[in-house]
């Protein structure tokens, strides 16, 4: 709390803060609250989406306003409906101790005449989508000739959604000496051209590289054949069975393909693209924001402003036309602090727009390649054992066991186990026996059914530890190397599920690694360590020198097989079908 006391903030807003649970200013936060409260300033600040960029112009705004006067004095424009709703809440729990102060969203799909009305009423602040503005503008129902403060939110995304135009109408509106303030994740030129016209003078802070990707995500692409785009994506879903993910496609009819297909399979997907209305597109994100929904399928105009948090995968089921689309996409995930990975499908022809990337955000991809149907067995088999592990009993089936008990009669202890375990389990690997390994092999080479092995040398290990006891990819990454004494590239794949993980080291740290976790204790509790019965692990390729060493072989990541060898899962036929699908979640197959 000191420290945003420090940062020059009012009580009241300190006392919003604090009941906000706000402890620690992010890096936008610290740079840019005391240089706009200090001054009248224009001002360009670059950073990541999810960096907490609306409370770094949300509250220097609300405590610069002359609350004793009904004139609006401050506008907001964002891109999207659900990014204009969100800001306005938010700027609502800021001034939850600023009584006199009043903000009101404009936005389309909602009745222009109560907005209007709204505004009537004395709107200090109004936040606004470029559309519904210009057009309350033209219809005379808003003045915003005499407001302070300007505020262009997201401004990348609003000039890749065409918005150009309106935004320069809007401010041709607006007096020549407010304050500016652009908050954008890109600064590519039409965003740059924005600045150049309608500011003067700005001052300019960046949080991390500029068009740089953020730090809190890792970044993967999997090598297939064209036609094997579905199956791997089917294969990334079970690999983690609770994901929570926005899957991009680039065309709406695409993106309706692959969300049917997705249900039909059994998981709980949906479609968000532009040819839903305003009600379906409602029910949809509603869906996504309780979790009901864990893949959501989108277009990227569709997905504008979608601010969901703990969103643990972003899946390019298709690269993006423009690099900094891909950068959009990503921010979707790693947001406040948490760890998030964003995987890309690709095919061979593909893989230059991968260096393109790279050099772009600033960061490496990790190559890797899709799981075997045996690392999804185990996977799902380690799911299942820590979901039974964890059930809480219900108090209500006492009066059954009596019956069940009898039914169950003459079933030892480890049949017991053996069946419960293979009720569920059964099904994946039936599924995957029958179906043809999507991992790159050498030319012509075809992926053989039920070759569950890996060639790439690399020990793969269990631990008993995960999501659940507060650890990422990255936590449990330097935890494992810290403990073992291991070098930053000794270690690779670190896959963490709900309440155990997975990961990979060259042979010869093995022993040393063994060694170092043998009874070792965390918290009173055993970390226990056990080599897979799996050597290649679930993906593949590593950082750095292993990387390289990767593409130096060549064929094994990135050959398909021979054309014709490869099937695509037929509709209903994958290994959740049949499961009754409405309500139920994707991470609770077992």
């Known amino acids: 709390m000191e420290k945003f006391k420090a940062l020059g903030l009012q009580e009241s ?89 009043n903000v009101v ?5 909602a009745s222009i005449t109560e907005q209007a009305r709204q505004i009537k009423r004395g709107a200090q602040i109004i936040v606004a989508t470029p559309g ?23 401004a990348d995304e609003m000039l890749n959604m065409g918005f150009m135009e309106d935004i320069k109408d809007i401010l041709s509106n607006t007096p020549n000496d407010k304050s500016t303030w652009l908050f954008s994740a890109t600064m590519p030129k039409e965003v740059a051209t924005i600045a150049k016209k309608f500011m003067h003078s700005p001052q300019e802070i960046t949080v991390g590289a500029k068009n740089s990707g953020a730090t809190t995500v890792q970044h993967e692409y999997y090598v297939v054949g064209g ?35 997705l249900i039909e399979d059994g998981y709980n997907a949906g479609a968000l693209h532009g040819d839903l209305s305003q009600n379906q597109r409602d029910l949809v994100m509603n869906a996504f924001r309780k979790k009901q929904i864990q893949m959501l399928v989108a277009t990227d105009v569709a997905a504008r402003g979608i601010d969901v948090d703990d969103i643990t995968h972003v899946i390019n089921y298709q690269l993006p036309d423009e690099i900094e689309t891909y950068t959009h996409r990503s921010g979707r995930t790693g947001r406040a602090g948490k760890s998030g990975i964003s995987m890309v499908i690709v095919t061979r022809s593909e893989l230059r727009k991968i260096k393109a990337i790279e050099k772009k955000i600033k960061q490496e991809f990790v190559a890797k390649t899709i799981p075997t149907g045996m690392e999804i067995c185990e996977i799902q088999l380690y799911h299942l054992a820590n979901k039974i592990k964890d ?5 209500d089936v006492e009066p059954y066991l009596p019956a069940i008990g009898d039914v169950l009669a003459g079933i030892d202890r480890d049949e017991l186990i053996q069946k419960m375990v293979s009720v569920e389990f059964t099904r994946f690997y039936n599924y995957y026996n029958k179906n043809n390994d999507l991992k790159s092999s050498p030319a012509g080479q075809e992926g053989k059914k039920g070759d569950f092995t890996s060639s790439n040398g690399a020990v793969r290990y269990f631990i008993n530890v995960g999501e659940k006891d507060g650890y990422d990819w990255m936590t449990l990454k330097d935890f494992i190397k810290e403990t073992a004494g291991l070098g930053r590239d000794d270690l690779f794949k670190v896959d963490v599920k709900d309440s155990f993980s997975f990961f990979n080291t060259e042979p010869e740290v093995s ?75 994707k991470g609770n197959f077992f």
């Open 132 to 154: 519904r503005m210009k057009d309350m503008i033209n219809r005379r129902l808003v003045d915003i000739g005499k407001i302070d403060y300007c505020v262009l939110d997201e």
């Open 13 to 101: 807003l300190l006392d919003a803060v604090r009941d906000l649970g706000f402890e620690t200013p992010s890096e936008v936060q610290e740079k840019a609250i005391p240089i706009l409260l200090e001054s009248e300033t224009d001002l360009v600040a670059l950073a990541q989406t999810g960096t907490g960029k609306t409370a770094a112009f949300g509250f220097p705004l609300i405590q610069k306003i002359d609350r004793g006067s009904r004139t609006t004095q401050g506008l907001i424009l964002s891109p999207t409906r659900e990014l204009c709703l969100q800001i306005t809440n938010e700027m609502k729990l800021y001034a939850k101790y600023e009584r006199s102060v």
């Open 391 to 395: 059930t809480k009993i219900n108090p």
């Open 511 to 585: 022993d040393r690694l063994m060694a170092a976790f043998k009874d070792l204790k965390v918290a009173g509790r055993f970390v226990n360590v056990e080599i897979s019965s799996n050597p290649g692990g679930a993906g593949g390729g590593r950082r750095g020198g292993h990387r390289d060493k990767a593409k130096r072989k060549g064929k094994k990541h990135f050959n398909d097989a021979p054309k014709g060898k490869r099937r695509e899962h037929s509709k209903g036929a994958g290994p959740h079908s049949g499961k009754r699908r409405s309500g139920r979640k």
């Open 227 to 261: 036609r094997d785009r579905y199956p791997a994506l089917k294969r990334l879903a079970d690999t983690n069975p609770d994901i929570f993910s926005v899957v991009f496609c680039r065309t709406k009819r695409d993106t309706q393909k692959v969300a049917e297909k």
């Open 105 to 109: 969203a404009i936005y389309g799909g």
